[in-house]
């Protein structure tokens, strides 16, 4: 038997548990005797004094410092006496093969039932290895996407139904068209079309030829991973894999990278990919949420002590929640929370998304001096890192600036 070493230590410590308590047992028993036998002495000394005081061998002083004696003699053996230290009418080696029977027979039943019998040990590197070895034999894809649930299509309103059939009609008759490719591409995704936006999107990625960028492949790993059910495959990977080849920093790229490991039981990459995702983003990204509702979990399987951090600066919900307030109160809250997030900013740093929040902000308060102000010193900031750059952009026009 492959674990006879494991059954061979547990009888031992069975059997050496079974002495003790028998020894125990067999202990309390002697000493409760003992101490009936003591107290028996006394009694007798305590009659016989009464047959000496009757027969008029000893005065009534004597008999009464006797009785004293003998009386506090008792009491001192009484308080000695452990409470229930009387012997018990049951002999100790039964009690004890009882109790035996009860907590050792108990927990190898426990152990059977929750424990692993058989099950060898894990170190930390095994576990790695064969976590490793499962992620390299996962399902492909296809065969993802043909266990995956089937969900009901969307309800779609007849009219937004006839302008994606344009789009189609569009797209078919401009096969190249970089716009209409990715607009199809979502809309595909939205109602289910998972094939069809693949398709769309993959075209998309070969139209783009070099100029493709890092979100592409994101996007394309993103619409294999919602029609695989939210699992990440091999070939999502690969696109994920290059999104982050062209970008390192594309922030959907490493949160599903972070998702195929925490799949795969690599709770240590997944943790590392998250934990720097989620300290470079800012409340608004769209993948703040998930992280934050399963982050400390992931932790704590990869043996890391996190907290999650505070949620810092304006977001959209604190702004739904100022509509609320009066004219006066809206306006202190929000410029106390722009202020606070320029400062911080302005002395910790962010990542882009705090920046773009920061300058969109700004705009929001009609401080376009100020808002173009965090925009030059974002630009100094992530000066050579394009996709940073273009974000930032994107986040002046939509302020109203000139960038």
């Not at 002999?91 to 190898?108: E, K, W």
């Not at 699992?231 to 290059?242: H, K, N, R």
Request: charge should be negative; charged fraction near 25%; avoid cysteine.
């Amino acid at each position: 038997m492959a674990d006879w070493g494991f059954w061979a230590a547990a009888a031992l410590i069975a059997a050496v548990v079974a002495a003790l308590l028998v020894r125990a047992l067999g202990r309390g028993r002697g000493e409760a005797a003992a101490a009936e036998a003591d107290m028996a002495v006394y009694k007798d000394q305590m009659a016989e004094v009464e047959r000496d005081l009757a027969r008029g061998t000893i005065s009534a002083e004597e008999a009464k410092r006797l009785r004293a004696e003998v009386g506090r003699r008792l009491l001192d053996l009484d308080r000695q006496r452990a409470p229930g230290a009387a012997a018990s009418a049951a002999p100790a080696t039964p009690v004890a093969a009882l109790v035996a029977l009860v907590v050792l027979g108990g927990g190898l039943g426990a152990y059977r039932y929750l424990g692993s019998p058989g099950y060898p040990d894990l170190p930390i590197e095994r576990r790695i290895a064969m976590a490793d070895d499962r992620m390299a034999g996962r399902p492909a894809q296809a065969e993802a996407v043909a266990a995956a649930p089937k969900l009901a299509p969307p309800e779609v309103p007849a009219e937004t139904m006839q302008l994606i059939e344009k789009l189609r009609e569009t797209v078919a008759r401009r096969p190249d068209d970089p716009v209409g490719l990715e607009l199809l591409a979502r809309n595909e995704t939205a109602l289910g079309n998972f094939a069809d936006a693949e398709a769309a999107q993959r075209h998309l990625i070969a139209v783009k030829g070099g100029t493709v960028a890092a979100a592409d492949h994101s996007a394309l790993a993103e619409i294999l991973i919602a029609a695989a059910g939210g699992y990440v495959s091999p070939e999502a990977e690969a696109e994920l894999t290059a999104a982050l080849s062209l970008d390192p920093k594309d922030g959907l790229a490493r949160y599903y990278a972070g998702l195929m490991f925490v799949q795969g039981g690599r709770y240590d990459r997944g943790f590392a990919l998250w934990s720097g995702l989620l300290e470079e983003s800012g409340p608004d990204a769209p993948w703040t949420e998930p992280l934050r509702a399963q982050i400390e979990e992931v932790a704590w399987r990869a043996g890391v002590n996190y907290r999650l951090p505070e949620v810092t600066g304006p977001t959209a919900g604190d702004m739904a929640a100022a509509a609320e307030m009066s004219e006066e109160e809206r306006q202190a809250m929000i410029e106390g929370m722009v202020t606070q997030l320029s400062d911080r900013l302005a002395s910790e740093g962010g990542g882009v998304e705090d920046w773009a929040r920061l300058i969109r902000s700004q705009a929001m308060l009609e401080r376009l001096e100020e808002a173009q102000k965090a925009y030059d010193a974002a630009v100094a900031e992530f000066q050579g890192q394009p996709a940073e750059l273009s974000f930032l952009r994107q986040a002046a026009v939509e302020a109203g600036l000139n960038p």
